[in-house]
């Protein structure tokens, strides 16, 4: 059933179990952690709503845990260069509730949550449009909303339409931000008409567009944007099921000279938890230590949380997809699967080695 939906041989969806050390017949029914991996490497991303049709056994675990639940929006931020993009980020996190009591903002990580009275939001921090294009093309769609800054003295400039055609391509809905309203020659209908033009027109001209006047500087318009976020937020209801295994996207990561591979990840479906196993692109590991976007020790995230997560066994790329699954052996098992696969198709692109030859070589 599940080489049919991919459209592929059962012998190949048999020998790629076999690959991963699951022994596997024909019409054995296998858990959804592993339909997902086999899924991933045939180059498909299995949903929820899908898996449900995919095996009887797959159909009863995704019923048991499918408890849908609302989850705050990710939220990235963009515009040309100079706009405030920055400036209004650090306006936000001065209005997060959680910092306070953290006694502050203690570090940095790719993305952070905050907690206002209006509602939670996830930021997550791009630090270019590039970035945002690299993930996507990678099937890691993290963000559910975009807010656009536009410099109220300055107008759409390049990178604007850049954000814009980037934004639309992900079919990621706009939040306008006229940014910089303090300043003596800003000109917001000029901005308005600029992106009316490139069919970002206000509510207020008869537009679908939600705009926000804000000055980062001055403080003026935060509290209303952050309002703002959760309205455009409210009708794309957003859900994921917080009881099931984490599946979620690395946002960065790097090596650290005391704790080794680390990665922020962005919990998309399911809860992870301090002694969880998985795969994280070519790489498993267990969670040994987790942190929170203010440095504080945690042992479980849900949806839309963003981690730093210890106990990689490398360093993955951003974008890559960070999966929990049942116990040690599976995630060593995908993991040196995917890697192996990874450098045959290094190899192959320079000469045709065939997998026996590359373990003769080793
Ligand atoms: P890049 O990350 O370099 O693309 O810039 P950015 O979009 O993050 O802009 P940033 O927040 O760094 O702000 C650029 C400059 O504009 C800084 O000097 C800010 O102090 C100033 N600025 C940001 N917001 C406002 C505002 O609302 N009013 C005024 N007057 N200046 C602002
Ligand atoms: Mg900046």
């Known amino acids: 059933e599940l080489a049919s939906r991919m459209k592929v041989k059962a012998s190949e969806v048999i020998a790629k179990l076999m690959s991963l050390g699951v022994m596997a017949t024909m019409n054995q029914a296998v858990d959804v952690d592993t339909a997902m991996l086999i899924a991933t490497d045939f180059g498909y991303e299995v949903e929820q709503g899908i898996t449900e049709e995919i095996g009887i056994q797959m159909f009863e675990e995704a019923e048991e845990g499918g408890e849908m639940q609302p989850r705050s929006p990710v939220v990235t931020v963009m515009g040309h260069v100079d706009h405030g993009k920055t400036s209004i980020l650090d306006a936000i996190r001065k209005t997060d509730v959680a910092v306070g009591e953290a006694g502050g903002i203690t570090q940095h990580i790719g993305a952070y949550h905050v907690r206002s009275s209006a509602g939670d939001v996830t930021f997550v921090d791009t630090p270019g449009h590039a970035a945002f294009t690299e993930m996507r093309s990678r099937g ?38 006229v940014n910089k309203i303090d300043k003596p020659n800003a000109d917001i209908d000029r901005v308005k008409r600029e992106l009316s033009d490139l069919n970002l027109a206000p509510e207020d001209w008869g537009g679908q567009t939600v705009y926000c006047e804000t000055s980062a500087k001055k403080n003026i318009g935060i509290d209303n944007l952050m309002e703002s976020i959760q309205l455009v937020a409210e009708m794309l209801e957003l ?11 690395v946002v960065e990561a790097q090596l650290d000279k005391g704790r080794g591979a680390v990665a922020t990840v962005l919990v998309q479906e399911g809860t992870l938890n301090r002694g969880d196993h998985f795969v994280v692109g070519q790489f498993s590991g267990k969670v040994r230590a987790m942190l929170d976007d203010k440095g504080r020790p945690i042992k479980k995230a849900g949806p839309s949380i963003p981690v730093e997560v210890q106990g990689l066994s490398g360093v993955p790329s951003a974008g890559d997809e960070f999966l929990v699954v049942t116990d040690e052996k599976m995630a060593k098992s995908v993991s040196s699967a995917r890697a192996l696969k990874a450098r045959e198709m290094e190899l192959g692109a320079t000469s045709k080695i065939s997998l026996d030859k590359l373990f003769e070589k080793m």
């Open 140 to 177: 890691a769609q993290i963000t559910d909303l975009v807010i656009l800054v536009v410099a109220a003295d300055d107008g759409v400039m390049d990178q604007t339409r850049e954000a814009i055609n980037h934004a639309q391509a992900a079919g990621v809905p706009i939040l306008v931000a």
């Open 239 to 249: 859900k994921a099921d917080p009881t099931r295994k984490a599946k979620g996207r």
